[in-house]
């Protein structure tokens, strides 16, 4: 993580009192001189590296005569930090000197090497229709070494402009042992790194402290106004495949007044995104925006793809409308995770009567997409108005999680599940070695799925979380599978959470209501509790199976107490269904 220092600007005497001091003391000078650079510039001297020819750049005059040949179309050149260097020394404002970006249009696109060494460039402001450090990188161009503080990027040219800390529009190489820290403020697309990613790019030790900032003034913000507005902490697009490697990014969104779609590292994946040993510490919380919001990534678009592998998600993220998920908002790709873990705070607290979802990973995974998901675990609490899930809000797709955990509490108003919220008629699941932790809460609350109405398989698996049903169906496993066509299957499989709800429900150890399911060679060490407030009302409960479904060489061990419902069916293996080869002994 960035770390940005506010130095107060020292008057012209003590500078020049530093200066003599050292002199007098036989003593260097400061790396690093605080005053604006006035507009001059200066050639500065050159090294052979490495085969190339290199500017040495040790301040601000020889950085201005750099950019200066670059837009001329010396796109070519190179250079090399000697010190850090200072363009403006307080904090940068619309106010201060303006920095023209290395090439600043896309015929004179930077193609060099620019070498950081380890340094520092700070004060940099840049307003232009392609704002940023850098306005363009173009093809072979390689950024590394380099720390851009205290930069602010403005770009006010309608649905056209892009703005990023790095530079607007990259479609260079690659970006190693970058860092940036400043704001990006009131443009179309917005970046930490670039606006817009168009190339092959390779990307590896950035960190970015990223502040997109709309009317608000707080730290680290991402703010932005319109539906067509777009946000990244790397990019807000990404246009071809990157690879982002061992990179952090950190910061904060929060404002009641922003309308726009928002993702920790990226906006939009229109491609290919590849993420490993990263992470993702941008708390997002957008109440009023219609758009979908992601830790990782906002969007991944139709045929596109997005690969996790050991990444983190600790940013904390909250959306009234649409899709909400840790890692990405909304997927109509393909998605892989492997060895990933979401420890952040996921809620979608809109209204009870609209369609909105909430995952520990994904908000929602359309139609056409395939999403896997491997040795990997929910640390974080979910929450919905409508349907929540530990690792999916709403699956409309084909899913397979594999040796993964829920431990986080997941509160679902509509439906609740460990694993997913909601499965959908044109999905297909298959969970195996797989286990919950997390005490489930909802309407239709499952310690693995809340609703399903297609294919599903559960293997191998354990529910050890506590479920908290307020409503109609509950269970260990599924707490309903609606739609004739559904066939779901659960195996060799245990509950051992308590199950407990205030109501008449459809209530089992592994299915609460299903016609069209079966358990086989499971079992339920689980106390069922039905505490009733409304003794009108009608129960169905059993050790396996609640109401309908068919249970084949199932145990039950847990018991099962019933208070004030009235009119209850209740069995040891099923209220209701099928049994085949099972034992009772609750």
Known sequence: MTTQIHLSRPSRFSAFKTIILCLLAGLSLPTMLYADWDGGVKKPSTIEKNGRTFYEI????????????????NTGYNAVLKKDISIVDSAVTGKSVKWTPIGDADSVSYKGVFDGDGHTISGVYSNAKYAGFFGFIGPGAVIKNLNLQNVLAQSYFGVTSRAGLLSSM???DSVINVSVAGTVSDTTYAGGLAAIIKSKAYINGFRGDVYFVGKAKKYNEYIVYSEKQVAGG??????????????HVSGLADSSEIRGMVGGFIGIDSAYAYFENDTNNVNIRLNDSPADLGGFVMRV?????????SCLNRGNIQGSQSYVGGFVGYSKGNLSFYNSVNEGEIKHPGSITSSHFAGGFIGCMSANGQVSIDHSFNMGNIYSAYEAGGFVGLAIARLTITDSENAGTIDGKTAAGGFVGYASADSSLIIDYSRNVGTIVGRYTGGFIGEAWDTIIIDHSVNAGEI?????????FIAQVSGKTAKVDVRNSTNMGKIITDGGADVGGIFGTCSNCTATNCENYGEIILDGKDNSKTANVGGILGNW?????????????IDSVGSPTVGGIAGLGTVQGCVNKG
Not at 234 to 247: G, H
Request: aromatic fraction near 8%; include cysteine.
């Open 468 to 476: 908290a049903g307020t409503g109609e169906h509950i269970a260990g």
């Open 301 to 309: 678009a139709p045929s596109a793809t997005a690969d996790f592998v």
């Open 549 to 561: 479904g068919s249970a084949i060489n199932c145990r039950n061990y847990g018991n099962i107490t």
């Open 58 to 73: 040790e301040s601000a005059e020889n950085l201005a005569w750099f950019m200066m040949q670059v837009n001329k179309g």
């Open 170 to 172: 990259f479609s260079g």
């Open 234 to 247: 790397v990019a807000a697009l990404v246009m071809d495949s990157v690879k982002i490697l061992n990179s």
